[in-house]
């Protein structure tokens, strides 16, 4: 039913080159001058081979944000990015709090055909911090939700997060927390620091997010479960997962993009384009993440894509909404923020952005390796060309990345999910598998 | 001058030809007839986000003095809480013809955001922007400690080797950052007396002191003491525990006033809290240029808006700078 595709000369995660012979949606044969007739062959010569990108923070912003970004439109942007999987946050309208809510947006998801969506439930109800969301329906519905998240607000009532915590322990899943003190944040508009200081901007301090994180880890040794910590973004947090680590507290933790890339001084022009949370930091921050992904501390890179309309950023700082689209940048960002420096090589990256989001997550058919007979879901890489990031590298319904204008290194060329084309030869399809 | 939006990145010649262009305005408001034809023809808008009754008359006065025609446009409210956005309204000022545009809001950055978004070709003037600055404040504030340093002799002086402290809530201040900046561009010693909670958690970039006890900055004899409006709400979100406690560490009163050296002034940017930051005998005292600052703030406005609208586009010359004299 599926094309038969024969991709020769990829280089397996960045290292020697080999022919993958993609049939059925699997990998039939991963190997040395491979030959199939009927084929469609892909000349891949110095590309490397990735699996597919798993991105475990995603806005999809349906239902409810239409204008925003949709579940195809998200997907799209998602396939153009190299991912083959997003995790759908929840802070949609209504809420994915039950379980009805997340099984709609798995269809949409999977009527999209572009990547896998795998719904993300809200911890409490309304996202409201006050009471558990009937978890469990969620983990049993047809979406297996296993991520649960109040993204965006933090569960800050200890006992809650205590409770939520052991909870999902009865289904193997994990609470991925945005920790962000809501009282030491009250009205923050950036970072703490110098920076905001001279702007006049209230303040966002690194300790906000730390003694959240603080608190988190001690919680999840305490009750034995497992956490996530969303979108780290600070020197102190990277110390703290590291000692937590150590004291073999179950913690896993993610950083974005654009927390290795930039920093607060960007908001020096009041430019909303540069407004998220949490916030950026400083160079100092930026560096302390960028070892923390090196040396394992942080395990994955996540977008936190968020779309957002023109209105939303095309305003005074405080009245612009927070947030950054990124599934199209983020490979290219991480190349520059890691791979060109050194700190991770491509067999990494597959870790950081396929294989361990696919893990945290529990999802089976993602972040496989690339050997026979494991899904054909895989991205094609050039790692070669510099280009001019534009508003035609963005495929979804909303503009307001922080990278325009901005030389970003890399191109995806080729997406597969599950055996099915997405992006071929550099350019995203109308239809998944449809070539014209 | 394209555009006034901040102290900050003013430097030293252009802050000294707007204090000089201020003294030549100023001399012409002693004349029986204040007003000149410079703007005539010229359309300033009042963009007022933010009630400011002050502050608004003092532009409208200054752009009437120039012959400019003035719009009050007043529009309360964020643009996203309520009704219009920012771009909009910009817009819709920009079809009225506007050349200038005056602007006072509650977002800190706003007039930058104006500027340089595209959305007008008018010349932008910040009025203070929420916690960030202030700039033709702390314009009038040099020119005051200018001219009573330094008198008929003024113009072409920066204030070098003058001691100012400015005393209350940095943190919220749009007033403290202009003035951090001017002055120190302008060769004064700046120092910073706040409770530590009204103080920014870095301000190690700032070319400034900062202490914490009046008393100690006092008697480290400053030429100009500035005190800032203290809001009383900020009491509520626990930046001090009573109006009392606040008077009495860090208000003027009485005793600090006569501790105070004989030729050091008083100022501060109005409205004032009597009893509070500042006591009945302080700004009543012939130390206190708090009306003088009234005056002064007239003429920098008038230099702003001329250096901006009859300074735009090399028209500029000195015959035309001949009719302010």
Known sequence: MTEVFLIRGARLEGGDAVDLLV???????VGRSLSRTGATVIDADGLVALPGLVDLHTHLREPGYEASETVL????AAAAGGFTAVFAMPNTSPVADTAGVVEQELALGETAGFVTVQPIGAVTVGQKGERLAELGAMADSRARVRVFSDDGFCVWDPL??????EYVKAFDGVIAQHAQDPRLTEGAQMNEGAVSAELGLAGWPAVAEESIIARDVLLAEHVGSRLHVCHLSTAGSVDIIRWAKRR???VTAEVTPHH?????????GYDA???VNPPLRREEDVRAVREGLADGTIDIVATDHAPHPAEAKACEWPAAANGMVGLESALRVVQLAMVDTGLLSWGDVARVMSRTPARIGRLTRHGTPLTAGQPASLVLYDAAPTRTFSKADLHGRSVNSPYLGRELPGEVRWTLHDGVVTVADGTLLDEPGVRT | MRHLLETKNLARADALEILDVAEDMADTQQREVKKLPTLRGKTVVNLFFEDSTR???????????LSADVLNFSAKGSSVSKGESLQDTAQTLQAMGADAVVIRHGASGAPRTLATSGWITAGVVNAGDGTHEHPTQALLDAFTIRKRTYGADSRGRDLTGVKVTIVGDILHSRVARSNVWLLNTLGAQVTLVAPPTLVPQDVSAWPVRVLFDLDDAIADEPDALMMLRIQLERMNAAYFPTEREYSRRWGLDARRLAALTADSMVMHPGPMNRGLEISAEA?????STVLDQVTNGVSVRMAVLYLLLAGERGERNHDERGDAR
């Open chain 1, 73 to 76: 439109t998200g997907s799209r």
């Open chain 1, 273 to 275: 384009s540069f407004k």
């Open chain 1, 23 to 29: 049939e059925g949606g699997v990998l039939a044969e």
């Open chain 1, 260 to 268: 290795l890339l930039l920093t607060d001084e960007l908001a020096r």
């Open chain 2, 283 to 287: 700004a009543d005292s012939t130390r």
């Open chain 1, 160 to 165: 809650i997060m205590r409770r939520a915590l």
């Open chain 1, 248 to 250: 073999g507290v179950n």
């Open chain 2, 55 to 65: 502050t608004r008359i003092s532009f409208e006065a200054a752009a009437k003095r």
